[in-house]
C-alpha cells in the first residue's frame, strides 16, 4: 500500500509542477506584451511632427511654421 501513496504524491507533485510552469509562462507572456506596448508608445512618441512649410520671421529671428489659411 505504501506504493499507492508515492505514486499519488508523484502525480501531484507532477501536476503541481505543470500547473506552476504554465501559470509562469502566462506571466511571462504578458510581461512581454507590456513591454512591447511601452516600448511602441515610447518609439512613438520619438518620432517627429511634421510642421509643414517654415517661415522666416526676422523679429524673433527663428523660423516658424507657416500659417495656414483655408
Keep these: 500500500m505504501p506504493q499507492l501513496a508515492v505514486v499519488i ?15 509562469l509562462e502566462r506571466q511571462a507572456a504578458a510581461a512581454a506584451r507590456r513591454m512591447e506596448e511601452a516600448e511602441r508608445r515610447a ?10 512649410t517654415l517661415e522666416y520671421d526676422p523679429a524673433a529671428r527663428l523660423y516658424r511654421p507657416q500659417e495656414r489659411r483655408n
Design 43 to 52: 518609439e512613438a512618441g520619438r518620432m517627429p511632427r511634421d510642421l509643414g
Design 9 to 23: 504524491a508523484g502525480l501531484g507533485l507532477v501536476a503541481g509542477f505543470r500547473w506552476v510552469s504554465k501559470l
